[in-house]
């Protein structure tokens, strides 16, 4: 595994379901740009599914606490699983560093880790009077994100979990590996923090010309369509949030200061 891949734990409990884990580790291993790493985190050194499919665990559950990731899959012995104090206690997670999904049943698990606190959530019928019998609402749609947390439920959840994933570590990708790399450069120019800011702001946006890019690589086949629809949000975000993080770090204070024009358009 390369030292700068993205590491993500996918936990799987004792009588797991195998599309949770399987489809999820599948699609996040199969990224390589920025790479991702998922691995199997499980209690034990093995574990069997739902329908008797043994696996050894790729990682120990305190894997989970390290990893830049983690998504929780759902199970047929999650409710028992919610009441084990022991594992719960393994799974400290933190939403301010991590990113954490759940799949059906492994919203009881957060709801359990006080996770989805003042938050609603998606999960499966059979466990959504568990998830709310924990003071949890949850919501009739297959998917629902709040922050660095979210939940979905259904034969596709995983799916839904995984590009998530996918999505929020290239965006942060994209923002540190272009606009990280401006600030600096700014900084190493000599210019001033609040300047640099700006600069690495404006510069951040990807704009028409990153639309223009991925399209031509989706007609000759160099990507495909899930990729590009990730690229497409990812030029999106960065160019909606040029104008406003651009007044917030420099065009207020440069226009108080004078560096600015006072009638320049305020955004």
């Given at each position: 595994m390369s030292m700068n891949a993205r590491q993500?734990?996918?936990?799987?409990m004792e009588g797991f379901n195998e599309l949770d884990s399987f489809i999820a580790s599948a699609m996040l291993n199969r990224v390589r740009q920025p790479e991702l790493k998922a691995l199997i985190v499980c209690p034990s050194d093995r574990v069997s599914s739902m329908n008797g499919v043994v696996v050894h665990a790729q990682a120990p559950m305190s894997f989970a606490r390290e990893a830049d990731a983690v998504i929780v899959g759902s199970g047929i012995h999650t409710r028992d699983i919610a009441r084990n104090p022991a594992l719960l206690a393994e799974l400290n997670l933190d939403p301010q560093r991590q990113i954490i999904g759940a799949q059906c049943s492994g919203a009881l698990i957060l709801a359990k880790l006080g996770l989805l606190a003042n938050v609603p959530a998606?999960?499966?019928t059979r466990t959504k009077p568990w998830v709310e019998?924990?003071?949890?609402?949850?919501l009739d749609q297959p998917f629902v994100a709040h922050g660095n947390v979210a939940t979905a439920g259904g034969c596709l959840a995983s799916h839904y979990l995984a590009a998530w994933v996918i999505a929020l570590v290239v965006l942060g990708a994209s923002i540190l590996g272009k606009g990280g790399a401006c600030w600096v450069a700014a900084r190493l120019t000599g210019e001033d923090h609040r300047t640099a800011l700006g600069l690495a702001t404006l510069m951040n946006s990807r704009g028409m010309m990153e639309l223009i890019l991925i399209n031509i690589g989706l007609q000759k086949g160099i990507i495909e369509p899930a990729l590009f629809s990730i690229l497409a949000l990812m030029a999106i975000v960065t160019t909606l949030m040029a104008t406003p993080l651009f007044e917030r770090f420099y065009g207020r204070a440069a226009r108080r200061?004078?560096?600015?024009?006072?009638?320049?358009v305020e955004a």
């Open positions: 993500i734990a996918i936990v799987t998606c999960t499966d019998e924990a003071g949890v609402k949850v200061s004078g560096e600015l024009p006072a009638d320049a």
